[in-house]
């Protein structure tokens, strides 16, 4: 084991003078090789099938991207990539398996085929049991054919048992690198900074990854935002 370890050692620094990014690849797969089973001491273990029963509860979306169920356990959001935000809602314990459309993020596009660009992201705002505040991640295409990277926030409420947008989609973020043909604003964590409503995001390079690099570009980069 040592020997290969010092092998290891040597070929990074070989690789280090020639390519400064194929040290951490094989620093990468050092760690895996010695990390063992991933299982032990990682606070989980299999699932035995036997203790439980997999059934389809609805079918029929087209492209979905999120599942998300509301904090209060009572409503399962699926949005799709066209931008349909579709709920099924549980009473007493039991699931109705008819979604209902709560609202519709426009994004300008067909959706998958032919690209992967949409409504990605659904991100639930650390306040929402007060303001039903739900923030949607998303490409959008605008009339010049460019892509945009956007974030609008919809306020919920619920009606007749489901639920539904109770304000209009409110746009409050595009960045300042454009996407592309993948969508490359992704998804997030409602978060609260000094007691106020945050959003904590990631957003691609698009594919150039000297953007990464860059402070003043926003792609590659994670961001953090007040509503």
């Known amino acids: 084991i040592y020997g290969i370890v010092f092998l290891c050692l040597v070929g990074m620094a070989v690789a280090y003078m020639r390519n400064n990014a194929l040290p951490f690849i094989i620093f990468n797969t050092i760690q895996f090789y010695f990390a063992g089973d991933p299982a032990e001491g990682g606070g989980y273990v299999p699932v035995n099938d036997d203790d439980f029963t997999v059934s389809i509860l609805a079918s029929g979306f087209n492209a979905p991207t999120r599942v998300v169920l509301a904090p209060d356990s009572a409503h399962l959001l699926v949005t799709q990539l066209t931008g349909e935000v579709l709920a099924l809602s549980r009473d007493n314990g039991v699931w109705n398996n008819t979604p209902r459309l709560v609202g ?123 509503v």
Not at 172 to 201: C, M, R, W, Y
Request: hydrophobic share 40%; charged share 20%.
């Open 104 to 226: 519709k993020i426009e994004t300008s596009v067909p959706g998958f085929p032919p690209e992967e660009l949409g409504l990605v992201g659904m991100v639930f705002a650390s306040d929402y049991e007060d303001t039903g505040n739900v923030f949607f991640l998303y490409t959008y295409k605008n009339s010049d054919g460019g892509v945009e990277n956007r974030v609008s926030i919809v306020s919920l409420k619920e009606r007749f048992g489901s639920l539904v947008f109770a304000t209009e989609p409110q746009k409050i973020f595009t960045a300042n690198v454009p996407g592309n043909f993948s969508h490359q604003i992704t998804d997030g964590i409602g978060v609260e900074v000094e007691g106020k409503s945050h959003l904590l995001f990631l957003i691609g390079e698009g594919f150039d990854a000297t953007r990464a690099q860059d402070l003043a570009l926003e792609g590659g980069k994670e961001m953090l935002i007040q």
